[in-house]
């Protein structure tokens, strides 16, 4: 989501989904030409509570905001709504946003387990959400462990290079002949 009607509809999404969730951490990064004060509203909505953070992150796409400048905002948007839900954290890459995001959820989880574990019952495991310019994506997935989709026009080139390996057990990355194929 990068424009604030498509934010709006994924924050409502994630507290239909995630009504009892012990924490949300949103990695959050957007184009310095988007409308990035309104969309930042409902992420600050989702995160009430001492244990729920904004990420601000970016990339080296020029196009972004700097990570620096974006948490300024957010700080500055959640001091004037007086939910103090806590400084955003700055973290200038994406992939390293959402490694940091993943350890402040874990590390919310244990220390929910540890100190109020009556509680935890009643609660979902924390959530972790990216949204935001769709630049810092592939580092993203790159820290997740996800492979790029690739579309567009690369995309036919591809699966014929997928389809040329399978039948002739040729790799076309290096031509290779696989031994192994069966």
Request: hydrophobic content about 45%.
């Amino acid at each position: 989501a990068h424009n604030p009607d498509a934010v709006c509809a994924l924050a409502g999404r994630v507290r239909r989904v995630f009504p009892h969730a012990a924490s949300v951490h949103v990695v959050v990064s957007f184009s310095a030409d988007k409308d990035v004060n309104a969309n930042l509203v409902p992420l600050l909505d989702l995160v009430t509570g001492d244990r729920s953070r904004i990420i601000a992150t970016g990339s080296s796409n020029g196009r972004l905001m700097a990570a620096a400048e974006l948490a300024l905002r957010i700080n500055a948007m959640d001091a004037c709504s007086g939910s103090a839900s806590g400084s955003a954290l700055v973290v200038a890459e994406a992939g390293t946003g959402v490694e940091k995001a993943i350890e402040l959820a874990r590390s919310d989880y244990l220390d929910l387990k540890k100190e109020k574990p009556q509680e935890l019952k009643t609660m979902t495991d924390p959530v972790v959400l990216v949204c935001g310019s769709f630049f810092v994506m592939g580092a993203v997935r790159a820290a997740l462990g996800i492979e790029e989709p690739i579309d567009g026009p690369f995309k036919e080139a591809a699966m014929r290079s997928v389809e040329q390996e399978w039948v002739t057990g040729t790799d076309t990355s290096n031509n290779q002949v696989k031994a192994d194929r069966k």
